[in-house]
């Protein structure tokens, strides 16, 4: 990982802010993603395989559903970038935290709400 890829990588605002929302909340299935960017699953789900595809997340089959983290491999720099990247985009990232406890029916974690996936 290099700052030219992983700046390439992020250069759509829906792969930066499941970045972001991955950072805060340290591992999300794609419903509450979808629910949390207000995006549709399709369009989610094919930024998340870029991610993948770039070495910045990880994700890991449950069931019928598939949950992301940040990749165990990015450099602390890389992790610092998301860190102030998340300060920068405070206002954004509240709306996405809204969103995401408002949402019904999370499948791994009642503390978290009740987003119906599936």
Not at 26 to 42: F, H, K, N, S, Y
Not at 88 to 111: K, N
Request: aromatic share 6%; net charge neutral; with cysteine.
């Amino acid at each position: 990982m290099n700052a030219t890829r992983l700046f390439q990588c992020l250069g759509e605002p829906t792969r930066l802010n499941a970045m972001l929302l991955l950072h805060e909340h340290g591992e999300l299935c794609v419903c509450e993603l979808v629910a949390a960017l207000e995006q549709a699953q399709p369009k989610v789900s094919r930024h998340l395989a870029q991610l993948r595809h770039c070495e910045l997340v990880a994700d890991e089959r449950r069931g019928q559903w598939v949950y992301y983290r940040l990749h165990p491999a990015l450099p602390p720099w890389a992790l610092a970038i998301f860190g102030r990247a998340a300060e920068a985009e405070a206002d954004a990232l509240a709306a996405m935290r809204r969103r995401l406890a408002g949402a019904a029916g999370l499948p791994g974690s009642s503390e978290r709400g009740a987003i119906a996936c599936g």
